[in-house]
């Protein structure tokens, strides 16, 4: 057993010691082709599930945000160049959105009564990116992995027989629903928008409105969606902590300005 514990210390330590683009360390146990692979089946089982918004003015909204902010994200994360984004707009009253590992974004229509702008609807968009590069579905699989089946990795660690790695295939199943239902946690959604307020600000979106959509998030009553639901950290926290950071953003959005990003999305 001790053998088995070492080599599954060994394994974690030796393929999981990552770092966020924030300068966090993580954990994360899953290669990316596995997390790519469980982004892509939820995104279509989504959309067999939901209703597929076919408003064409609806769809090149959202679209025209989402190309204006991917190249800024590939410059700063070249690893996510190979990313083949794709973006769809569900029917779905909730203001809510979310986006998965392999690139698959999703975002409610009735996110445009809280995100009433472009700007404001950035922020959201690269808030979601940043959960995504910053691999936060992969490391949260890997915690609820380790809380609960440290002993069973270890096995499979030690090479113990298929059926404990299909096992373990199950949970990771099991773990990528969780992840499209459940918030994040606080550091993520921390990480989230400082992401997302660097990606808009130099996509050439105005950075001060990803603190008015925190307003208008704050005065939705009733009952918040998931990625949203966070009652983490709270809204006052998390204005002061983009407000924080706006001096810098304004840097970079000015620059974008006068490099000539413009960008011209309308709903
Ligand atoms: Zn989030």
């Not at 990795?153 to 992840?179: D, F, S, W, Y």
């Not at 924080?244 to 709903?267: D, E």
Request: with cysteine.
């Amino acid at each position: 057993m001790k053998k088995a514990l070492s080599l599954l210390i060994g394994t974690v330590l030796a393929t999981s010691c990552a770092t966020s683009p924030t300068g966090r360390s993580q954990i994360t146990l899953f290669p990316d082709s596995q997390m790519n692979q469980m982004g892509t089946a939820a995104f279509t089982s989504m959309q067999k599930s939901q209703k597929v918004d076919s408003n064409a003015n609806n769809n090149r909204y959202v679209q025209c945000i989402v190309d204006a902010i991917i190249p800024e994200l590939n410059k700063v994360a070249p690893k996510m160049a190979s990313t083949r984004w794709e973006t769809k707009v569900f029917v779905e009253d909730s203001p809510n959105a979310f986006a998965l590992p392999g690139g698959k974004i999703g975002v409610h229509t009735g996110m445009f009564k809280v995100a009433t702008n472009a700007d404001q609807l950035a922020s959201v968009i690269g808030h979601e990116i940043g959960h995504v590069w910053a691999r936060h579905g992969n490391e949260r699989v890997s915690q609820g992995f380790l809380a609960q089946t440290g002993m069973q990795l270890a096995a499979v660690a030690a090479g113990e027989p298929t059926a404990q790695k299909q096992q373990l295939l199950g949970l990771l199943g099991m773990g990528a629903q969780i992840g499209v239902l459940l918030p994040f946690s606080r550091k993520h959604e921390s990480e989230a928008d400082e992401i997302g307020l660097t990606l808009m600000a130099k996509a050439g979106f105005d950075p001060r409105q990803s603190v008015a959509l925190w307003v208008n998030m704050s005065k939705v009553g009733g009952q918040k969606p998931p990625e949203f639901l966070s009652t983490h950290p709270a809204t006052q926290t998390r204005i002061n902590d983009l407000n924080a950071k706006m001096n810098s953003a304004m840097q970079m959005y000015q620059q974008a300005r006068a490099q000539g990003k413009r960008p011209n999305c309308r709903l």
